[in-house]
C-alpha cells in the first residue's frame, strides 16, 4: 500500500522527475503551451502556478522582496531568461486574478503508444485582451436587432 505518498513517480527517479519537472515548466513558461501526457501535465500544473504566484507577490515591492523572489525562482527554473520573463511578462497579467493560471485540455491518444494526452496552457486574462467599445455593444446585442442611434441633441 501507498500510504502518505504525495505525489506520483512516473517511473522516474527522484533526480530524474526533479529535471522533467523543471524542464516542462520552463518549456511553459517560455511558450505559452505544451503539449505531453496528461499525467506530466497534471504533475506541472501546482508547480507553475506556484512560481507564477511567488512571481505575482514580487511586483511592485521593495528591492529585498524582488531580490528573495528571484533568488527562489533561480532555485526553481533553470534559465535565467525564463525568470525575466516570468518577473516582466507573465505575472503582471495575473496580478488580479487568485489562483487557475493554467488549463489542461485533453487532445486524445499518441499514435505510437496510446497514451492519453493533453495540452497545458497558460490563460490569457481579460487585462491582456483589448476589447474596443463597439465590440462590447455588439456582444451585448448580439442576436437581438437594436438599432444604435447618435446623440443629436446639442
Do not use: W
Not at 501526457?37 to 529585498?64: M, W
Amino acid at each position: 500500500m501507498r500510504h502518505n505518498v504525495k505525489t506520483k513517480s512516473l517511473n522516474r527517479t527522484s533526480a530524474h522527475r526533479d529535471a522533467l519537472l523543471k524542464n516542462l515548466s520552463e518549456s511553459l513558461i517560455t511558450h505559452g503551451k505544451i503539449e505531453t501526457t496528461i499525467d506530466k501535465a497534471k504533475y506541472v500544473r501546482p508547480y507553475v502556478e506556484k512560481l507564477i504566484t511567488k512571481a505575482k507577490a514580487a511586483q511592485n515591492q521593495d528591492k529585498i522582496t524582488m531580490f528573495n523572489a528571484v533568488k527562489y525562482l533561480k532555485t526553481k527554473l533553470i534559465t535565467e531568461n525564463v525568470i525575466k520573463k516570468l518577473l516582466t511578462e507573465i505575472a503582471p497579467k495575473f496580478v488580479k486574478t487568485n489562483g487557475g493560471y493554467t488549463r489542461i485540455v485533453r487532445t486524445g491518444n499518441r499514435d505510437g503508444d496510446n497514451a492519453v494526452t493533453a495540452r497545458i496552457e497558460l490563460i490569457e486574462t481579460k487585462i491582456s485582451k483589448k476589447v474596443s467599445e463597439k465590440d462590447k455593444l455588439v456582444a451585448k446585442t448580439k442576436g437581438k436587432k437594436v438599432k444604435v442611434e447618435e446623440n443629436t441633441n446639442e
